[in-house]
């Protein structure tokens, strides 16, 4: 639409994001490359799910609908597996570097629980960064133009909807990093399957476009809920919360280093 | 008086009309359509079809468009200039003069973008809104399927007011059409100035989806503002020169850059002539006081927007005539040979735009010191079975004149129509004789087909076409079919076409006796026609011209570029006034006749052209033909003379430009692109006031098993 269009849909799309990574990411040039790596995988498996689609569409038949729909939601599915394994991947190889890259990082003085979490979340993060690029980057291109969409019938909302998804989708990444981590570690493939399902199932939520209600607030929903339980896979808890919140955190601080 | 090549219109400056494609984004990293992004399978929002890109959901461009250009002189521009990034205004169907209101002062939305019809593209309306253009962001006009009934000419009044004969030092009471006005329905339009774009559409489907978005969204219901999202249009025609012509061509010369880029480029092209006996072109071959007869007619044309000018009555008509009046000597003057040289010339730059100075004062400049004096004839263009003559006043050569016209008499006595004469009285009318007279003082007639003014209603109009001459074909005609048929608009240019070839041969000191030998073919004047007003890309013109410009003809018709039809006159000439000879495609294209000659390329002109397939090939057997057509240049003496304010020489010059194109959309309200950006920022600054809160406390919300119990 023009550049305030632009930019507000930047912030939305992005904002959550950028403020995560000015905040913790930035400062660490080891949580940097966690990130960038995490992102190179997601990248990863997105060229070769897009290898299997590029495939199948030459091989399909156009003109049919029924079939090109078909192979949409395939496409889609495959692509989410394909994520998802990555992200499995990326666990795997973390793992084996944790060590060294222990011996590496200046963070010593952190809890074990923290520099834990900062790994999981980063690598969900760098999923969800290059996820979000790819989602809305040329969306916003488009945005700067003096149009806006509708000329053919479709919703005015085109450009903010995509916005949040991409908002949400970021953060549902980063979270499902710290579960999906988190549930490797502790061998419970229950969560992992419910991270895998809960994916698949926000996007397939998407399919619901253009009627964005329907998709975005489901969306929103599994979002709040995979945000609940990230906290908790990540170690907290409604204590802490109720600590925080009532600011009595210092005598807790105070006593944890006279328990120590 | 050489042979140069071809001076074609550079990729620069002609611009791109078709609309570009919708640019391929980064979701299509599997290829663009059908393919699109299968993460998130957001983009599937039509099932029918495949993923579509974000442009094309956006706009729609317009493929067909004709802008209205810029053009400079010494003291003034003319013609419309959009902004670097194209004028975006709110759509507006312009239903009355009196609807202007809403666009000039009480519609909401400015500016606007205006929606004229052709019946009310009339230089009231255009220059209220020429004066209101804050409010105005452009102008589309959409051009008939058939002519506007009353008449349309954006051309002056008077056209070449201050560079014909008649100015304040000579017959002062003649000039500024005091006595007659030649062009009663002339606006003015074309030298005006605009600071807005206005195109041309046709009235298609295409013209249909503007309007229909303009119903659906733009139309304002009892009175109130229309509620967006609102119907919008985009232009795109930025000029890069500007001011007057000493500006731009002193921009052309900055040569900072490794590729220098022009802002303008002169008007000119290319004059063709050709004579009946062949002469030398070198300086030797002149003799002093050796008098010819020139016969001369129009080549260009022009109109209010760019490139449509197809010029049938004012020029087409003309030339063609020349062209069957050539052909029709040509036996006679091979075998009779007439004491005078005649002169066949089709000049460019006759148009009042860019002066008839252009070249017919380059030719004067030229020729003064070579060939004189010259005994002239001039017809401008013929329709009609009333032929005028115009007379010349206070010339030492009236009893030449009168001779000429008795000539002009005789040969139309026993053809079908009748000569007359204007009187005294009468003016001159606009021609390039009136510029070789302001040079010197020599003998000659103009002939028209109107007496006062003009008839052409449509003068330098895109509506001077082949429906306003009457050339049209029966029905389910193919084009071979249409291109063999004889209309009666060429038989009527047929007669006149003998009585100017009568007249000549006789002016040139033919035989008397020879006339009714000559006669016009009218199978040649009707296939001229039809290529020249019709479609250029048939059969004939196929067979006249070289291989290497077949593709010049394959343009739309009607699309009439200033170098074509010179380019088909140049081989058309040759064709019907030279020979066909038998020699090797080598030598012809050599300009020789064997090895050894080198005599004959002063005399002659020698082409390759592809010629007609033999009934049972497919293969072209192209033959040579030798011929004394030449090219000359046509671009004002002001160019050469570098002297960019002259007031003697046109000084015309056409902007340069990048792109020529136009889109529509939707545009939402200023409010909700600000509530989008307030939402943006909303939620940036919230997020970081939270990601610090939760970074801060880190370590105590995360941190499980540690509290004291």
Not at chain 2, 156 to 165: A, D, F, I, L, Q
Not at chain 2, 331 to 349: K, L, M, S
Not at chain 2, 517 to 522: M, P, S
Request: with cysteine.
């Amino acid at each position: 639409m023009t550049a305030a269009v632009f930019f507000g849909c930047t912030f939305i799309a992005f904002g959550p994001a950028i403020a995560l990574f000015l905040f913790t990411i930035a400062r660490e040039p080891l949580r940097v490359i966690f990130l960038i790596a995490g992102a190179f995988f997601w990248l990863v498996s997105l060229l070769l799910s897009s290898l299997v689609w590029f495939i199948s569409v030459q091989i399909s038949n156009k003109d049919s609908a029924a079939q090109q729909k078909g192979l949409l939601i395939f496409g889609v599915v495959l692509s989410v597996l394909l994520q998802e394994t990555f992200r499995f991947a990326y666990y795997k190889l973390l793992k084996k570097a944790n060590e060294g890259l222990l011996a590496l990082s200046q963070e010593e003085t952190m809890p074990i629980s923290i520099r834990q979490l900062a790994l999981r979340y980063m690598s969900g993060l760098g999923f969800g960064f290059m996820s979000g690029a790819f989602s809305v980057v040329n969306i916003l291109a488009d945005s700067v133009g003096p149009g806006t969409v509708g000329i053919h019938g479709d919703s005015q909302h085109y450009f903010l909807s995509s916005a949040f998804m991409t908002m949400a989708i970021i953060l549902l990444h980063m979270f499902w990093g710290v579960v999906f981590f988190d549930a490797c570690e502790k061998q419970r493939w229950w969560a992992v399957a419910a991270v895998v399902i809960s994916h698949l199932l926000v996007s397939c939520l998407t399919f619901q476009n253009p009627d964005y209600v329907a998709s975005l607030i489901p969306t929103y929903v599994i979002l709040f809920l995979m945000g609940v339980w990230a906290f908790y896979s990540a170690g907290g808890s409604l204590r802490n919360l109720k600590l925080c919140l009532t600011c009595k955190d210092k005598d807790f601080l105070l006593a944890n280093h006279r328990s120590r | 008086m050489s042979c140069s090549p071809l001076w074609v219109n550079t990729p620069d400056r002609s611009g791109k009309r078709t609309a570009t494609g919708p640019a391929c984004h980064i979701r299509r990293i599997s290829g663009c359509d059908p393919a699109c992004l299968p993460g998130e399978g957001r983009s599937s929002f039509t099932f029918s079809a495949s993923c579509n890109s974000v442009e094309k959901k956006i706009y729609v461009h317009l493929n067909y468009t004709v802008p209205c250009v810029r053009l400079l002189n010494a003291t003034h521009q003319i013609g419309c200039q959009s902004s670097l990034s194209g004028d975006v205004g709110v759509l507006h169907v312009l239903e009355s003069e009196e609807n202007l209101d809403w666009v000039l002062s009480s519609g909401p939305n400015p500016p606007y973008m205006v929606i004229l019809e052709s019946s009310l593209f009339t230089r009231s309306v255009m220059m209220k809104l020429k004066n209101g253009s804050s409010r105005v962001a452009g102008i589309v006009v959409v051009a008939p399927n058939t002519n506007p009934v009353e008449g349309f000419s954006p051309h002056t009044s008077c056209p070449n007011e201050n560079t014909g004969v008649y100015s304040e030092s000579y017959d002062p009471t003649l000039a500024h059409c005091n006595v007659t006005v030649w062009n009663p329905l002339g606006n003015g339009l074309s030298y005006e100035e605009y600071d807005f774009p206005i195109f041309s559409l046709k009235d298609d489907n295409d013209t249909q989806v503007i309007r229909q978005c303009y119903l659906n969204h733009n139309q304002a219901v009892n009175g109130s503002s229309p509620r967006y999202p609102l119907c919008a249009m985009q232009l795109y025609s930025h000029m890069s020169a500007v001011t007057d012509t000493a500006t731009c061509m002193r921009r052309n010369d900055i040569n900072f850059s490794i590729s220098p880029e022009m802002v303008c480029d002169p008007l000119g092209d290319f004059n063709v002539w050709a004579s009946t006996r062949p002469l030398n072109n070198t300086e030797k071959g002149h003799k002093m006081w050796e008098k010819v007869v020139i016969a001369a007619a129009r080549l260009d044309s022009r109109s209010f927007f760019f490139d449509v000018a197809p010029g049938a009555e004012s020029g087409a008509s003309g030339f063609i005539t020349l062209l069957a009046a050539a052909h029709a000597l040509r036996n006679v003057t091979q075998e009779a040979q007439p004491n005078r040289t005649i002169f066949y010339t089709f000049f460019q730059g006759v148009s009042s735009f860019h002066t008839i100075v252009l070249n017919t004062a380059h030719c004067v400049h030229a020729k003064y010191n070579s060939v004189l004096p010259l005994l002239l004839m001039f017809f401008c263009f013929a329709d009609d079975y009333i032929v005028c003559i115009l007379c010349i006043k206070h010339f030492n050569d009236l009893f030449q004149v009168r001779k000429l016209i008795e000539n002009l008499q005789s040969a139309a006595a026993g053809l079908g129509f009748t000569v007359g004469e204007a009187g005294f009285s009468q003016p001159l009318p606009p021609s390039s004789f009136q510029r070789f007279l302001r040079a010197r003082q020599i003998p000659g007639v103009v002939i028209e087909n109107h007496q006062l003014n003009f008839t052409n209603r449509y003068y330098e109009s895109m509506y001077d076409n082949a429906e306003y001459l009457n050339v049209s074909y029966p029905p389910n005609l193919t084009p071979e079919e249409q291109l063999k048929f004889v209309t009666d608009t060429a038989k009527a240019l047929t007669e006149v076409a003998t009585m100017v070839a009568r007249a000549l041969y006789v002016q040139a000191g033919g035989a008397e006796n020879q006339q009714d030998n000559i006669n016009a073919d009218r199978q040649i004047v009707s296939q001229m026609l039809y290529g020249f007003l019709v479609r250029s890309n048939n059969s004939w013109f196929q067979q006249l011209i070289p291989s290497d410009l077949t593709s010049h003809l394959s343009k739309l018709i009607l699309n009439y570029t200033s170098s074509e039809p010179t380019l088909l006159v140049q081989y058309l000439l040759a064709n019907l006034t030279g020979s066909a000879i038998n020699i090797t495609q080598e030598n012809c294209q050599n300009q020789r006749e064997d090895e050894n000659d080198k005599e004959s390329k002063h005399m002659f002109t020698y082409m390759w052209v592809q010629g007609a397939a033999p009934p049972n090939n497919t293969k072209r057997e192209g033959f040579c033909v030798r011929s004394t057509v030449r090219l000359s240049r046509a671009v004002s003496p002001a160019f050469e003379l570098r002297d960019y304010t002259s007031k003697d020489y046109s000084t015309w010059t056409e902007s340069r430009w990048k792109s020529i194109k136009g889109r529509i959309f939707l545009v939402a309200s200023h409010e909700l692109e600000m509530l989008t950006l307030g939402v943006g920022v909303g939620v940036l600054l919230a997020s970081l006031l939270l990601t610090y809160i939760i970074s801060s406390k880190a370590d105590i919300l995360f941190s499980s098993g540690r509290e004291p119990t």
